[in-house]
């Protein structure tokens, strides 16, 4: 009787905590029932604390509207462990004040996301690099902040890079990609899109120093032309994907040797597009022979 009157008090905080709840329950849980959780009193913060000094993954892209910025800072105030950390959609409130302490004590970086986080600036981008140096995957699409300094900083320190989304960062031009792509060599997904002063002078760089390089985006850079298409195909024997929608002045003629290499291009050839568009205006698309 005694023994079934202990067993009905134990309680799930009664658990070990760091040997059981934080690496084979909380591990499973959601951030957002993690933060919820914090609430429900004194003794489930401080476990969820215990998890969070822990954790490896930090990712605040579907909730960070949502997560006040001081719960931000107490959160990960004790963590040095993080590999992972994506702060995508907290662009409401993340500044250099709460993004640098945590970057400055996290030196283990593997995995940084901070796409469309506006209110940073370069001094962010230069403490990541100064930080993190083993940093493998870097997204900073529609990072307006980024300039030519900032990312010279980080090609210098961060030579283990292999993906980098500079999307929209519109500061940056051929001088600070081609430094970036002569230093970090193991590229292999770079992101160049929405950005007109992109020109064959970045992508021939690109193509000549990054020879593993597997997926590159170009959409929306209209001063790309065939010429330096042509060196990608040539330097580049591993690429899977190019992105070239809207590249006016890339055409068919340095495309189809790469269709040939099956490499996965975003815009159809010639007369698929003419086919698609007669379709459009038919209702239906008309048998056409494509062997002939």
């Known amino acids: 009787m005694e023994d079934e009157a202990k067993m009905q008090k134990c309680h799930l905080l009664d658990l070990p905590w760091e040997d059981v709840l934080v690496p084979h329950i909380l591990c499973y849980l959601p951030l957002q029932h993690l933060v919820s959780l914090q609430r429900v009193s004194k003794q489930f913060h401080s476990l969820i604390q215990v998890y969070l000094s822990n954790c490896r993954t930090f990712d605040l892209s579907l909730i960070g509207p949502c997560v006040p910025r001081e719960a931000f800072c107490s959160m990960l105030k004790d963590n040095k462990v993080l590999q992972n950390l994506s702060i995508q959609n907290c662009s409401d409130w993340m500044t250099d004040h709460e993004l640098l302490p945590v970057i400055g004590q996290n030196q283990h970086l593997l995995r940084l996301n901070l796409h469309g986080c506006l209110w940073l600036t370069r001094h962010s981008l230069v403490a990541v690099s100064l930080s993190c140096t083993h940093l493998q995957h870097l997204g900073l699409a529609h990072c307006e902040w980024v300039d030519s300094l900032s990312l010279r900083s980080l090609a210098d320190h961060c030579r283990a ?46 193509a000549k120093n990054c020879r593993g390089l597997e997926q590159l985006d170009l959409t929306g850079c209209l001063r790309v032309r065939d010429q330096s298409i042509r060196t990608l195909a040539e330097y580049c024997p591993k690429l899977q994907s190019l992105k070239v929608n809207h590249c006016h002045n890339v055409t068919e003629s340095s495309l189809d040797p790469l269709r040939k290499r099956n490499v996965v291009i975003d815009v159809e050839p010639p007369l698929q597009r003419a086919l698609v568009l007669l379709q459009d205006v038919l209702g239906f698309a008309p048998f056409i022979n494509l062997q002939i």
């Not at 051929?174 to 230093?183: G, H, Q, R, S």
């Open 161 to 206: 890079l292999q993906s980098i989304d500079l999307t929209a960062c519109r500061q940056l031009k051929d001088d600070a990609i081609c430094y970036l792509v002569k230093k970090c060599l193991e590229l292999k997904s770079l992101s160049l899109a929405v950005n007109a002063n992109v020109t064959d002078e970045s992508v021939e760089e690109v």
